[in-house]
């Protein structure tokens, strides 16, 4: 069974520049999420996704980042314009929905690792 | 607010000894933890989980012990082998899958 695909797996951009990342979760995981993680921090929450609504946004600075899920399946998260602040690795995960058990096992693609110079 | 707090970032531990990493957690409505293990330019994975209804959780060298009263959770590795070198994050979530992590502890197993 493939993992969780994401690319690129790094990018170095200009400040000010606009960057995307893509995101392909493994097949038949409704949730999608997004998590940014900061050296030396742990992953902190972006966005969630239950098919291609965003259910959670609360922690999206939504001044500048976006994200789209527009099938259900894959998704795009976008800065623009980039900050030197929002060099970090960008994580998605994907998981199967919730339904009636209190957790279900998120799987970790292997980030993005963005250097804004 | 750091709301899942690993205070020691680093831990070495001689092969073939106990690894016991700690986490401490703040928020009363946590309700299911866990740990994640993470190897250099890789995404985290999924160790070892416990419920708060309970207050250990074993899995082969890997026991977690849930202490809900003082809200401390600990992995136990046993026995520590070179392999199991690599950040660990503890984690936790009140429900909807959303989870909070720790800052990570990364543990060295050494020769």
């Known amino acids: 069974e493939a993992g969780v695909v994401q690319s690129p797996r790094y990018k170095i951009i200009e400040k000010k520049q606009p960057v995307a990342f893509w995101c392909n979760p493994i097949s038949g995981h409704n949730t999608l999420y997004w998590y940014l993680q900061n050296l030396g921090q742990g992953p902190e929450l972006l966005i969630r996704y239950e098919n291609e609504e965003a259910v959670d946004d609360s922690q999206l600075p939504k001044d500048r980042f976006s994200a789209e899920r527009l099938k259900g399946v894959d998704s795009t998260l976008k800065i623009q314009p980039a900050e030197l602040g929002d060099s970090a690795v960008y994580l998605c995960a994907s998981s199967p929905s919730l339904g009636y058990i209190p957790y279900n096992e998120q799987f970790f693609g292997p980030g993005t690792r963005l250097t804004v110079l | ?111």
């Open chain 2, 1 to 111: 607010d750091q709301q899942v707090k690993q205070n020691s970032p680093s831990l070495s531990v001689q092969e073939g000894r106990i690894s016991i990493l700690n986490c401490d957690y703040t928020n009363s409505m946590f309700d299911y933890f866990l740990w994640y293990k993470k190897y250099p330019a890789e995404g985290p994975t999924f160790l070892i989980s416990i419920s708060s209804i309970k207050d250990k959780n074993e899995d082969g060298r890997f026991t977690v012990f849930l202490n809900k009263s003082a809200k401390h959770l600990s992995l136990h590795i046993v026995p520590s082998q070179p392999g199991d070198s690599a950040v660990y994050f503890c984690a936790a979530t009140g429900g909807g899958n959303k989870l909070t992590f720790g800052t990570g502890t990364q543990l060295k197993v050494e020769l």
